[in-house]
């Protein structure tokens, strides 16, 4: 037997348990893994609260990201093997002191990356990755806007974008926040509680604007983000942090200067093998590098993930999160 979190209808923070579950012996092209720690992302909360519905139905174990040692592997398992240093961005059930994993989901760590740094950055920094590197191709001359830029990803990618030669803008909700923001890479930062981001996006481009806006806020910052575009510019809305879009307007693309539209997920970006480790392999090059620093600034035990639930929803984190079995 082993802890693992365990929801058994959704709604708020209160319907995890910490609860004893059976792991079965892994089956063909699976690999068992011993958690050394467990990452906790925003879309954790939308499989909890039934936003997203889980793949599986209920009962079901949160969470998609860890880092540990595989302990045993099933029939045809090449990728990995006993005894390896992995991390993963996988299927639901990292919320465990141990799981099974698809082991063609398994990256090999390097030395220079320690579990903790994976757990924390395999979901935040991939996304970071295939943003900036894949979804537009950032480099000498783009100026992007970055919501929640003092959030998880918005930290990787400050950081990322500057070293990729960007005009890196950002907006926050706090000065501490804006502070964390200027000190990971970001140019201008933008407090949306004190000022209008679109008129500041604006006087800082001179009137040019942005090439792409990566937008996680969803609902908050709609229509704003497309005012924040240049003729032909692309807003990439990859999450929904203040609740979804409810009445998206496709006119409004045309009428904004021809606009380029996207919901990209990370799980598209890594579904074949190839792309799973090539967008790994960018991130373990620069965070290995120094070009991108890892902070991991909240832990929590595992059987504390209601308060940890309860803190990210309330906006009371910034940058990384992790939980310890």
Same mark, same amino acid.
């Given at each position: 037997?082993?802890?693992?979190?365990?929801?058994?209808?959704?709604?708020?923070?209160?319907?995890?348990?910490?609860?004893?579950?059976?792991?079965?012996?892994?089956?063909?092209?699976?690999?068992?893994?011993?958690?050394?720690?467990?990452?906790?992302?925003?879309?954790?909360?939308?499989?909890?609260?039934?936003?997203?519905?889980?793949?599986?139905?209920?009962?079901?174990?949160?969470?998609?990201?860890?880092?540990?040692?595989?302990?045993?592997?099933?029939?045809? +398992?090449?990728? +990995?093997?006993?005894?390896?240093?992995?991390?993963?961005?996988?299927?639901?059930?990292?919320?465990?002191?141990?799981?099974?994993?698809?082991?063609?989901?398994? +990256?090999?760590?390097?030395?220079?990356?320690?579990?903790?740094?994976?757990?924390?950055?395999?979901?935040?920094?991939?996304?970071?990755?295939?943003?900036?590197?894949?979804?537009?191709?950032?480099?000498?001359?783009?100026?992007?806007?970055?919501?929640?830029?003092?959030?998880?990803?918005?930290?990787?990618?400050?950081?990322?974008?500057?070293?990729?030669?960007?005009?890196?803008?950002?907006?926050?909700?706090?000065?501490?926040?804006?502070?964390?923001?200027?000190?990971?890479?970001?140019?201008?930062?933008?407090?949306?509680?004190?000022?209008?981001?679109?008129?500041?996006?604006?006087?800082?481009?001179?009137?040019?604007?942005?090439?792409?806006?990566?937008?996680?806020?969803?609902?908050?910052?709609?229509?704003?983000?497309?005012?924040?575009?240049?003729?032909?510019?692309?807003?990439?809305?990859?999450?929904?942090?203040?609740?979804?879009?409810?009445?998206?307007?496709?006119?409004?693309?045309?009428?904004?200067?021809?606009?380029?539209?996207?919901?990209?997920?990370?799980?598209?970006?890594?579904?074949?093998?190839?792309?799973?480790?090539?967008?790994?392999?960018?991130?373990?090059?620069? +965070?290995?590098?120094?070009?991108?620093?890892?902070?991991?600034?909240?832990?929590?035990?595992?059987?504390?993930?209601?308060?940890?639930?309860?803190?990210?929803?309330?906006?009371?984190?910034?940058?990384?999160?992790?939980?310890?079995?």
């Amino acid at each position: 037997m082993v802890r693992a979190i365990r929801v058994y209808e959704t709604g708020g923070p209160e319907v995890m348990r910490f609860e004893d579950v059976e792991i079965a012996d892994p089956g063909k092209g699976e690999a068992r893994i011993r958690h050394d720690a467990i990452g906790m992302n925003y879309i954790d909360t939308y499989f909890r609260s039934g936003l997203y519905p889980a793949p599986a139905g209920l009962p079901m174990t949160p969470g998609h990201e860890g880092a540990g040692i595989v302990v045993s592997v099933g029939a045809g +398992v090449t990728e +990995v093997a006993p005894g390896d240093r992995v991390a993963y961005v996988g299927p639901l059930g990292s919320y465990a002191e141990e799981r099974l994993v698809p082991a063609d989901r398994l +990256v090999k760590l390097p030395d220079s990356i320690d579990s903790r740094t994976a757990a924390s950055m395999m979901l935040k920094g991939m996304t970071a990755s295939y943003l900036l590197q894949r979804t537009f191709k950032v480099g000498p001359g783009t100026t992007l806007l970055f919501h929640a830029a003092a959030g998880g990803v918005g930290l990787i990618a400050g950081q990322w974008a500057r070293h990729l030669g960007a005009t890196v803008i950002g907006t926050v909700g706090s000065a501490a926040k804006a502070e964390l923001a200027k000190a990971n890479g970001y140019d201008h930062v933008i407090n949306y509680r004190e000022e209008n981001f679109v008129a500041r996006v604006a006087e800082i481009t001179g009137g040019e604007k942005c090439d792409v806006v990566y937008d996680s806020v969803g609902n908050d910052t709609y229509p704003g983000s497309l005012d924040c575009l240049k003729p032909l510019g692309l807003w990439a809305s990859f999450g929904q942090s203040s609740g979804p879009i409810a009445d998206f307007n496709f006119g409004l693309l045309a009428q904004k200067g021809s606009l380029f539209a996207t919901r990209p997920t990370l799980f598209t970006y890594v579904a074949k093998r190839e792309d799973l480790e090539r967008t790994a392999a960018a991130l373990f090059e620069v +965070v290995g590098s120094g070009a991108v620093k890892i902070s991991i600034n909240q832990e929590y035990a595992l059987s504390d993930v209601v308060t940890a639930h309860q803190d990210l929803e309330g906006r009371r984190t910034t940058g990384t999160t992790i939980l310890l079995p």
